[in-house]
């Protein structure tokens, strides 16, 4: 995977804007890399499974849970896990309704009792927010196995952007799209603006149907969407 500053000073060296002594001039190094978050932004809504990872949560008493930061979307609660990270137990998604309409407990029980989570369910209206039964116990460490989806923040110039690098013309194109709209006066900024959205957008849907089509044969015929 090649690395922010490796991106940027491709997107900068098409812009006409590398030349030695005079690198950034037009565009500085900030900026660019401020198109590159903002292109990985479209990426992840538009491909959200590229941005989704699995990651250990610690436990809190009772039912109510949080994901914590490096999550701002949980997609799945796989289980709880040992102290070694294995996975122990798996977990099935319920309705926060249904779970209520059972009269499940949604305090903290007292002991431990080799504590496996085997219910969860998402709040809708908090991406963070989940509820597990039976709740945790008051006493001891107790761990969850989360999936969620988040978008990475850039932080330093020689992180590897963490995408395969097919995906690395679409975020070109889009930063490309973001540069060029600084001159909104210009006619031929806004063709060139133009020009790299329309990639963009083409090189994103072949994208989404590619992984159309993967998740298709990946199913039987009864599963395939219609």
């Not at 289980?79 to 499940?104: E, F, K, P, Y």
Request: with cysteine; charged share 25%.
């Amino acid at each position: 995977m090649p690395t922010l500053r490796e991106v940027v000073v491709e997107v900068s060296r098409y812009l006409v804007d590398q030349e030695p002594e005079f690198e950034f001039t037009h565009w500085e190094e900030q900026d660019v890399l401020t198109y590159l978050q903002d292109a990985l932004r479209i990426l992840a809504i538009n491909l959200k499974y590229l941005f989704v990872s699995d990651k250990i949560i610690d436990l809190k008493p009772g039912a109510y849970q949080q994901t914590g930061d490096g999550c701002s979307d949980l997609r799945a609660v796989l289980g709880s896990v040992d102290r070694h990270g294995a996975l122990i137990s798996g977990a099935r998604r319920t309705s926060l309704r249904a779970s209520q309409a059972l009269n499940r407990p949604i305090c903290a029980v007292s002991g431990d009792g080799g504590y496996k989570l085997t219910n969860f369910q998402l709040d809708p209206g908090n991406p963070k927010t989940f509820y597990v039964q039976p709740p945790v116990p008051r006493r001891g460490r107790h761990r969850a196995l989360v999936s969620c989806f988040s978008v990475p923040k850039l932080r330093s110039l020689d992180q590897e952007l963490s995408v395969g690098d097919e995906y690395i013309p679409i975020i070109k194109e889009f930063m490309l799209y973001y540069a060029y709209g600084r001159d909104t006066e210009s006619v031929p900024a806004r063709d060139y603006q133009k020009t790299h959205w329309d990639r963009g957008v083409l090189l994103l849907g072949a994208a989404k149907t590619t992984q159309v089509v993967v998740t298709a044969v990946a199913q039987t015929p009864a599963e395939v969407p219609v």
